[in-house]
């Protein structure tokens, strides 16, 4: 398993909006009101053009796995950024791939705000449902 880790490119968008919409109709949480439906979701390159924002994208043999982000969203505290949007799929998981798009997502954090030694809060972003919220590995320090 060789995967490769980068951020996104205008070409992902597709691809993109189709596994996420892939993995909430898997977890029966396809619904209006949800990132589902939501039109950013098809446009996620030009989302993650944000000053402070970036999306990091899992890919095997030009093969998009998932993807994981950092977005400083709007109403957190000044300082905070949200790790967003982590998304990968079935056949994928297990494997630590989201751990590292979680991990590049962080220290991009940090980047972002200038500080390599603790650099801007994070706040985590789940669904209600808690179905996604399940560890990979272990605890993550966010």
């Known amino acids: 398993m060789n995967i ?9 968008n597709e691809i993109l909006s189709t596994l996420i919409k892939k993995v909430f109709e898997e ?3 396809d ?15 030009e989302l993650f053009q944000a000053p402070g924002s970036v999306y990091w994208i ?19 505290p000044e300082g905070y950024a949200e790790l967003v949007k982590l998304y990968l799929s079935a ?8 751990h590292t798009l979680m991990q590049k997502s962080l220290e991009s954090a940090k980047v972002y705000s200038g500080s390599a030694t603790g ?8 669904t209600p449902t808690n179905k996604f919220s399940q560890p990979e590995q272990g605890n993550i320090a966010l």
């Not at 619904?31 to 390159?45: C, K």
């Open 119 to 126: 650099g801007r809060r994070k706040s985590l972003s789940r």
């Open 58 to 76: 899992a890919e095997e043999n030009n093969q998009i796995l998932g993807g994981c982000g950092i977005f400083p969203t709007e109403g957190l």
């Open 27 to 29: 977890f029966g949480i």
């Open 31 to 45: 619904i209006p009101g949800t990132v589902y439906t939501d039109p950013t979701t098809d446009a996620l390159y």
């Open 91 to 98: 056949e994928y998981r297990g494997r630590g791939i989201g």
């Open 4 to 12: 490769d880790y980068r951020t996104i490119g205008n070409k992902d």
